[in-house]
């Protein structure tokens, strides 16, 4: 039934990150320090929605006939107890689209918070801007890459570990 290759061990790093793969959870962390006082935390979704692919003049798909994508949220803060901006990200198999840019105050509850405009009304010039401070991090199109191949093994490793339960469950006396 599953015939793609799922690795043996989890991997726990990626670049700068580490990686907690939240065993028997549809969401893996990855975090990591940036400079002398930035955290970073990263939660990444199994994949969670799909766009149709083009077709070609002919009508034929060029490719799969979907292209899947996953959520990130980043988190970037200056340390313990420090407000937080957040991303939040579609990973396509190649490249991070921004989609929201928030702030999280740390004395406000998350029912008060201004949400912002969405990302694509902001001027050109403020959305590249904020590109460019996520790709300084580390938080670019080969960690997309990265996050989509890990999402295929984990959705795969998932599946396996599910059945098992399911089956050691279908076998109790």
Not at 27 to 42: T, Y
Not at 44 to 51: H, K, N
Not at 137 to 163: C, P, Q, S
Request: with cysteine; charged share 35%; aromatic share 10%.
């Amino acid at each position: 039934m599953l015939n793609s290759r799922v690795f043996s061990k989890p991997i726990v790093e990626y670049d700068s990150f580490i990686v907690d793969n939240r065993p028997g959870e549809q969401w893996i962390n990855l975090k990591k320090k940036f400079g002398e006082k930035e955290e970073i935390k990263i939660e990444v979704t199994l994949f969670d929605g799909s766009v149709p692919v083009e077709k070609s003049d002919k009508g034929i798909p060029i490719g799969p006939d979907v292209e899947l994508h996953i959520t990130l949220i980043v988190n970037i803060s200056k340390g313990e107890g420090s407000d937080v901006l957040e991303f939040e990200c579609l990973g396509w198999p190649d490249s991070i689209e921004i989609v929201n840019v928030l702030v999280r105050w740390k004395d406000k509850k998350p029912g008060q918070l201004y949400m912002g405009p969405e990302f694509k009304d902001l001027d050109d010039e403020l959305q590249e801007s904020l590109y460019e401070f996520l790709e300084t991090r580390g938080i670019d199109d080969d960690l997309a890459i990265f996050v989509h191949e890990y999402m295929k093994n984990k959705d795969k490793t998932e599946l396996i570990r599910w059945m098992g339960t399911v089956r050691s469950f279908i076998e109790q006396k």
